[in-house]
Nanobody, 128 residues
Framework: QVQLEESGGELVQAGASLRLSCAASGRTFDRYHMGWFRQAPGKNREFVAVTNPSGSTVYYRDSVKGRFTISRDNAENTVYLQMTNLEPEDTAVYYC?????????????????????WGQGTQVTVSS
């Protein structure tokens, strides 16, 4: 069993930076691929980023490449999403996710798959 708790979301202006954190409970954190999804009002949930257990493999959706960085600290059971140069289109609830599915599958199939563990989400609002 893995429990996930996100933090770090807030209201910012376009061009600002934010770092989201996701703290995980459980002793098996370093066995899971960890990632982020987001859902904007009235839109479908979408894949944002994923990293493998060691942090050596990462994937991003095209619209955030070069602006977002996913990382993890297995000693602290935490995964991060560093977001820079935020745009109003990044406004969404951001969800932390843990699953055994390989990162390439997250990237290819995104929300079409079922993922094992989800956090409650943290709101990111970017004003123009």
């Amino acid at each position: 069993q893995v429990q996930l708790e996100e933090s770090g979301g807030e209201l910012v202006q376009a061009g600002a930076s934010l770092r989201l954190s996701c703290a995980a409970s459980g002793r098996t954190f370093d066995r899971y691929h960890m990632g982020w999804f987001r859902q904007a009002p009235g839109k479908n949930r979408e894949f944002v980023a994923v990293t493998n257990p060691s942090g050596s493999t990462v994937y991003y959706r095209d619209s955030v490449k070069g602006r977002f960085t996913i990382s993890r600290d297995n000693a602290e059971n935490t995964v991060y999403l560093q977001m820079t140069n935020l745009e109003p289109e990044d406004t969404a609830v951001y969800y932390c996710v843990a699953d055994m599915t390989p990162p390439a599958t997250w990237y290819r199939w995104g929300p079409k798959l079922q993922y094992q563990y989800w956090g409650q989400g943290t709101q990111v609002t970017v004003s123009s």
